[in-house]
């Protein structure tokens, strides 16, 4: 079991007063934040053990490379890949979903094909597609969301045909906070011949992930958001797709042989990653999951739940406030859109600001879903294992303090 009040005290950041309150971090779908035993691998690391890897062999040289290899097992053995060679080290979702559409959609992708996403997805779910298909010439079809606010399956297996290549969902919204369910698309997907893309970067830090399980062809999270480091993230590829794929970015590391007109590239994963990778974020990624683990990924996940348990109901008793994304807290993650009529988003984030609670505000990088919801912007709760059950109290009571002074300019 988990405990979120003796959890914190591995966060020296929570430790804090903000704007005379205590704080409460609520921005976790943005980033989430460390702790001290992933900052004490980052600090060991540039302390004790700061080289190049892979190609020097000198002792500091052989032990960075063996903590950044030993990194890339952690990841597989977390998302239970096959094998090291299908995980691939990039800067974060966003990277790992441009290397997929630039490199596996420039070699399979052709005029008139299909790439199925939906309106729920994430900009960098979004944008790369959108790219690939304006050079290709195909396709853009995009699957609705039912008013519930799940994705709408009824829709999927009338879309996902003959023409599709490429579907690519995101396992959880980071606005709705509804699970999609990726095995049904990715079944969808290959009986169509077509690969399936997953965004995890709203689902591998909150329940357990297999990759082989869902069968999916590529998976894309980021560590910042799982505890790790920023500028580190994941690409997970089944070894079939990869071997066929050309690098994105060429340099060092990635070679085997430079002639003078012509290269070849290592094998993988090594061959995706050009230049001095991130050393010190995978080894800080690698003290994350050691954290996460340790904890449980099914005890996280529960903890998370029984907290949207108990603060859903409170949030949609509140008049004039709107939940958006399934009603039903059995059926939403910890991520909470809301907007409270009358009042912006941005003005309610910086009132609950100034009660110390910190929410996000905007449209949270998912302009298309915003669109289909016919809102402007939402302000965005997203709770993570070190809140607690006071969290979720301050929440509710800024949210009425903040109602209470925009109706009558009182708190």
Known sequence: MIDGKTIRQDFPILDQIVNDEPLVYLDNAATTQKPQAVLTALNDYYHHDNANVHRGVHTLAERATAAYEAAREKVRNFVNAK???E????????TSLNWVAQSFGEAFIEAGDEIVISYMEHHANIIPWQQLAQRKNAKLVYLDITPEGHLDMNDAKAKI?????????????????????IAELTALAHAANAVMVVDGAQAVPHMPVDVQALDCDFYAFSGHKMCGPTGIGVLYGKRQWLEQMEPVEFGGEMI?????????????????????????????????IDYLSALGMDNIHQYEQDLVNYVLPKLTA???LTVYGPQNPAEHTGVVAFNL????????????????VAV????????????HLQVPATARASFYFYNTKEDADRLVAAILATKEFFQHGTI
């Not at 995980?87 to 966003?94: K, V, Y």
């Not at 959880?172 to 999609?180: D, K, T």
Request: glycine letters at 12%; proline letters at 5%.
């Open 341 to 356: 009529d009358g009042i912006h988003p941005h003005d309610v984030a910086t009132a609950l600001d100034m009660e110390g």
């Open 83 to 85: 094998e090291t060679a």
């Open 161 to 181: 045909g003959a023409k599709t290549k490429i579907v690519s969902i995101a396992q959880v919204s980071n606005v709705l906070g509804g699970v999609n369910p």
């Open 318 to 320: 509140i008049e004039g």
């Open 87 to 94: 995980i691939l080290f990039t800067r974060g979702t966003t």
């Open 360 to 371: 996000r505000a905007g449209h949270h990088c998912a302009q298309p879903l915003l669109q």
């Open 256 to 288: 085997d042989f430079v002639n003078l007109y012509d290269s070849t590239w290592k094998e993988l994963p090594w061959k995706f990653e050009a230049g001095t990778p991130n050393i010190a974020g995978a080894i800080g990624l690698g003290a994350a």
